[in-house]
């Protein structure tokens, strides 16, 4: 398997519980390297672009105001089947059907409050970089 890039969100549950560095030690061990970080208070607009995707669904302006109620550590992480590898890592969306030592299963509150975001296919991880890295920021 290749070298492939990923990206991560620490949710607002994880950094408003100082999680944000048992979660990274749980990237690292599984060989996914941060190559690129910064904490950020997303704006309602940036949220709702993110997640447009799920514009039509009925939990997205409960998962709007979630995402912009505290900060966030928004990352890229780096290493061998690096999409794959870290929604393994994160475990199921809802915290209930995660396998025991995934971070949801450790950190999540519930299948909103579920401390992580990971992207889900290489289309999405290379666009979802881009909306908040610019190339010069990631540092591989
Ligand atoms: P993510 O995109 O955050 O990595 O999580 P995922 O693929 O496992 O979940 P997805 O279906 O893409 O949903 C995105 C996020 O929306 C929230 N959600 N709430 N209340 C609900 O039923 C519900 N379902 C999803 C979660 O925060 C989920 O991570
Ligand atoms: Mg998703």
Do not use: C, W
Not at 92 to 115: C, D, M, Q, V
Request: no cysteine; charged share 30%; net charge negative.
């Amino acid at each position: 398997m290749a070298i492939q890039r990923t990206f991560s969100i620490i949710k607002p549950d994880a950094t408003k519980r100082n999680l944000t560095g048992k979660i990274i030690a749980k990237f690292e061990e599984a060989g996914l390297r941060v190559v690129a970080s910064k904490r950020i208070h997303m704006t309602r607009e940036q949220a709702e672009g993110f997640y447009a995707v799920h514009k039509e669904r009925p939990f997205f302006g409960e998962l709007v105001d979630f995402m912009i109620s505290e900060p966030v550590v928004v990352q890229v992480l780096e290493g061998e089947d690096a999409i794959a590898k870290n929604r393994e890592v994160m475990g199921a969306t809802n915290p209930a059907e995660a396998a025991p030592g995934t971070i949801r299963k450790e950190f999540a509150l519930s299948i909103g409050e579920n401390s992580v975001h990971g992207s889900d296919a290489a289309e999405t991880a290379a666009e979802e970089i881009k909306f908040f890295f610019k190339d010069e920021e990631i540092v591989g």
